[in-house]
């Protein structure tokens, strides 16, 4: 893990997205104190795409109930 100042993170933040893209992972300090981590997104989405294609899955395998006599601009009423 590499640590950088904020000063330093904000004049060369495309370096460290760079970096931070490659896998590092960069924790930020200001005045000596930790104050944030970049790090690589996980899974490059595949985990939310997953996690999404399985609740629509389960909502379309899922009985309708109760009664449908409402419209869809009514659901939107102020």
Known sequence: MK???????????????????????????????????????RGGGREGRSAKRMLLDRLRRQPVIGARDWTRDELYDE
């Not at 933040?13 to 930790?34: D, I, K, M, N």
């Open 3 to 41: 640590t950088i100042s904020a000063a330093d993170a904000n004049r060369h933040f495309s370096r460290v997205l760079r970096e931070v893209a490659q896998g590092e992972h960069v924790t930020v300090v200001s005045r000596g104190r930790p104050v944030a981590t970049i790090a690589p997104v």
